[in-house]
Structure formats: structure tokens, C-alpha cells
């Protein structure tokens, strides 16, 4: 794809305080049960920004949850087993 035919990049200039309400409105509807993804998206489909900016408005903010933990991993890496 040519330059030309490319969209060209918005950008969206949003304030310290609508920022630090959509942190809480992504923190809040992931309390409620939707997905980082899903509360994301919402977020930025509201305030017309990308996707990952929201994304890592929240991540840098330092308070998103940590993600449940579905498979641990083993004590120790597999490739250090020793072999009798």
C-alpha cells in the first residue's frame, strides 16, 4: 500500500481528567466482568482515541488488576531437569 492510499492518523487531544475517567470507567467495567479488551474498547470507542491508547493509559496508570492466573507454571523450567 502507497502512502497515498493509507488513511491518515487522528489523533485526539483528551484532557488529564477525561483520561483519568476512562482509567476508571475500564478499572470499573472490569470489576463488573468484562474483559481488559472488551472495557478497553468500549472506553476508547467512547471517547474516539485508539484502542491502545486506552490500553496503555490503564497500564501505565499501575492500577490494573492482575490477570487470573489459569495455568501455573512449573517450578522449575523443564530444560533444567537433570536425567539419572
Known amino acids: 500500500m ?11 487531544l483528551v484532557d488529564d481528567l477525561t483520561r483519568e475517567a ?3 470507567a475500564v478499572l470499573a ?3 463488573a466482568g468484562d474483559s481488559f479488551t472488551a472495557a478497553t474498547r468500549a472506553a476508547a470507542a467512547q471517547l474516539d482515541v485508539a484502542e491502545t491508547t486506552v490500553r496503555g493509559w490503564v497500564t501505565r496508570s499501575g ?8 495455568m ?9 531437569r537433570r536425567r539419572n
Open 63 to 70: 492500577r490494573r488488576p492482575a490477570a487470573p492466573n489459569a
Open 2 to 12: 502507497s502512502r497515498r492510499q493509507r488513511p491518515r492518523r487522528r489523533y485526539t
Open 72 to 80: 501455573s507454571p512449573p517450578s522449575k523450567p523443564s530444560w533444567r
Open 22 to 24: 476512562a482509567i476508571e
Open 29 to 31: 467495567r472490569m470489576e
